[in-house]
């Protein structure tokens, strides 16, 4: 089939469990539907989506407006009804495409069909998502269902494949359906961010996406790289070299931020994006995104921005002025220890990738790489001696209010190695500063996370309950405040939100870190659980599947590969070598995974890679969207 986008949206009034094998972990029903249509649920297939009885369809990477103006563009629903018969089933079939023989195409093709063939084909297509990398909970039906839930409204907005006719633009807190709606009059403004793509998308969103589907993952990163040029651009036209990413993206990869401080001061969000990259990395080992994905380019050309950015102390310290860190509280200020590490860690980047991988590097390149190890060296991060803390940023007072977490974020995502003390110092000292209806995200999933490391369970479960003061209604549609923030609830169907749930339960009580040579594991019990699993983790082309019980965990390979061999092992244990199909049972301790080649028995990491033609990317017959009642 064309690489067309197919809107084919039925609304069947019939048995939920049709569809699902486990309803009581996947199926979101109600007797009485929401009128407020906030808590309406999202349904689409990363091309197009909408919400339930919702008079507007939204499309990838169309929008209205220019500059700080634009916003989605609404397109009208052929399927905003409200029905009055338990037992009517209606069909719509819409096909929308950038080229007009592109959506006939489709139309026609999906006119030939029945709809039972709609529906079954639909189903199957989902069924197939979920199998290839998913959570299960048993004893606990609230978060079993909230898990799901959030990881389905991420994915209804990432397509399956790439459309070489309208490239995937992005994930906007907000998901693909909503964004066309600059003041809404039932909360404060822009609390959709109108279908923008911000540093969510790549430090809480891709995490996730990236262990259960990392295929999925490339075209988060492909966003970023689709719009280098602009970047590019953006760094000229502010006075610095390389590539800075806008706070705020759209089609054009132009700023197009509203707020005219986040667009100055928050650049931490370059840092962001050459992170993701790194991650992405370390979890799939993908040699093809460094050259035919233009990751490559985008590692240097980040480091460029920052060796730019930065000004040398009088003690030959590198400094970073003029920031806003996560905590948005707070800007124009100097030496943010979030933003300075994150810029480290994007300075180091392009030496980790030429020391494993072998690029071609000519040798301005590699003159460039030893100047960014240089300075990333010598980078400025601020760490107070006599109370064994990080400060925020220069001339930080412990009594000031902070948004969300900022500096808890050194120890994880940016796995910063610190003592432990400093670690729970992190942690406790602004804990005490942060906003309790701050958005969730930035908080209560780092918080719960940070406490499994420290070991303290008690208050990691109570930071993991925060969370949930932000799923709303019976289709538990995630908000980016909870709903007793004074000012509101803002953003809804925030799968920034979502994406902060799963990577507490993933990269928090799973215990997953994946590292430069190795993924670490540490798995435990979620909340008022009996056990739970997650389904399908990837690592390096490998799949497990990771079972959690009271005191125990059981690892099953369910995917190999033909050229490596896995391993599991701890300090006191010989690598033990998994075969697939067979599982092993470990106590709940930490553990070690490593790729090896079994010729050897070591891990191999040097392959020379040539720079080639980006490949065009074949599509899957698109993907139908069902809701039922």
């Known amino acids: 089939m064309s690489a067309c986008v197919v809107w084919m949206l039925i609304l069947a009034w019939v048995s939920p469990e049709a569809f699902c094998l486990n309803p009581q972990d996947h199926i979101l029903e109600t007797d009485d539907f929401p009128q407020d249509d906030r808590f309406r649920p999202a349904i689409g297939n990363g091309h197009i989506a909408t919400n339930v009885l919702s008079d507007t369809i939204y499309m990838n990477g169309v929008f209205n407006g220019r500059g700080s103006d634009s916003h989605r563009a609404r397109i009208p629903a052929t399927s905003s009804i409200d029905p009055d018969n338990d037992n009517m089933s209606s069909v719509f079939i819409t096909a929308i495409s950038t080229d007009l023989e592109d959506a ?36 606990n039906p609230d978060v079993a269902l909230s898990l799901n839930t959030g990881l389905y409204y991420i994915l209804s907005s990432i397509p399956l494949s790439q459309d070489p ?22 909360t404060s403004p822009y609390n959709d961010y109108l279908g923008h793509v911000f540093w969510d998308m790549d430090t809480w969103i891709l995490p996730p996406v990236m262990s259960l589907h990392p295929h999925l993952a490339t075209l988060l990163i492909s966003s970023r790289t689709r719009v280098l040029p602009s970047a590019r651009q953006h760094a000229n036209q502010t006075g610095y070299q390389g590539a800075r990413f806008p706070w705020e993206q759209a089609q054009t990869g132009e700023e197009v931020c509203p707020w005219p401080e986040a667009a100055e001061y928050q650049v931490h969000v370059t840092a962001d994006v050459s992170l993701a990259l790194r991650q992405y990395l370390y979890a799939t080992d993908d040699v093809t995104i460094l050259t035919n994905g233009h990751g490559l380019e985008l590692a240097m050309d980040v480091a460029r921005f920052w060796s730019s950015r930065v000004v040398q102390n009088d003690d030959g310290q590198y400094e970073i002025l003029g ?11 100097n030496n943010s220890v979030f933003t300075n590490y994150n810029a480290k860690l994007s300075l180091e980047l392009p030496a980790y990738i030429r020391d494993t991988y072998n690029p071609y590097l000519s040798e301005t390149e590699q003159g460039e790489i030893d100047t960014f190890s240089h300075i990333a060296k010598n980078m400025l991060i601020l760490f107070d001696e006599k109370k064994q803390f990080h ?14 977490s900022d500096v808890v974020l ?3 995502p940016l ?4 003592p432990r003390n400093v670690r729970r110092n992190d942690l406790v000292i602004y804990e005490n500063l942060t906003d309790r209806v701050g958005p969730d995200t930035g908080t209560w999933s780092m918080h719960s996370l940070t406490r499994l490391e420290l070991n303290e369970k008690e208050a990691a ?37 979502a994406g902060g749930l799963l990577q507490a339960a993933i990269f928090g009580y799973a215990g997953i870190r994946y590292r430069n040579h190795h993924l670490d594991i540490r798995p435990r019990l979620l909340p008022n659980s009996t056990d739970w699993a997650v389904r399908g983790l990837h690592y390096q082309g490998f799949k497990v599947d990771v079972e959690i019980f009271q005191n125990m965990f059981k690892l099953t390979l369910v995917k190999d590969r033909r050229d490596k061999e896995i391993c599991l092992s701890n300090k006191n244990e010989a690598c033990e070598i998994l075969k697939l199909r067979k599982s092993v049972t470990k106590p709940q301790q930490r553990f070690k995974i490593f790729i090896r080649d079994p010729r050897v028995g070591t891990a191999t990491l040097a392959l020379r ?5 980006l490949l065009q990317l074949s599509l899957l017959l698109p993907l139908v969207t069902v809701f039922t009642l």
């Open 609 to 613: 890679i040539q720079p080639s033609v």
């Open 410 to 412: 050194l120890g994880f």
């Open 391 to 404: 400060p925020q940023f220069e001339g930080f007072a412990l009594n000031e209010s902070i948004k969300q």
């Open 323 to 333: 920031v806003m860190g996560p905590d948005e509280y707070h800007y124009n200020v």
């Open 104 to 139: 006939l195409h489709a139309y026609n093709s999906a006119m030939a069909m029945s709809s039972d063939t709609l529906l079954v084909t639909h189903a199957e297509a989902w069924r197939k998502v979920f199998e290839e990398g998913h959570l299960e909970v048993n004893g």
């Open 461 to 497: 479960a109570d930071d993991f309950r925060m969370m949930f003061r932000n799923i709303n209604g019976p289709f538990k549609i995630f908000s980016e405040k909870p709903a007793s923030n004074p000012s509101g609830i803002r953003c809804v169907n925030f799968i920034t939100a």
């Open 415 to 418: 796995l910063m190695s610190m």
């Open 165 to 186: 006719l309208n490239p995937f633009m992005g994930l906007s807190p907000g998901g693909l359906s909503r964004g066309g709606v600059a003041f809404p009059n039932k």
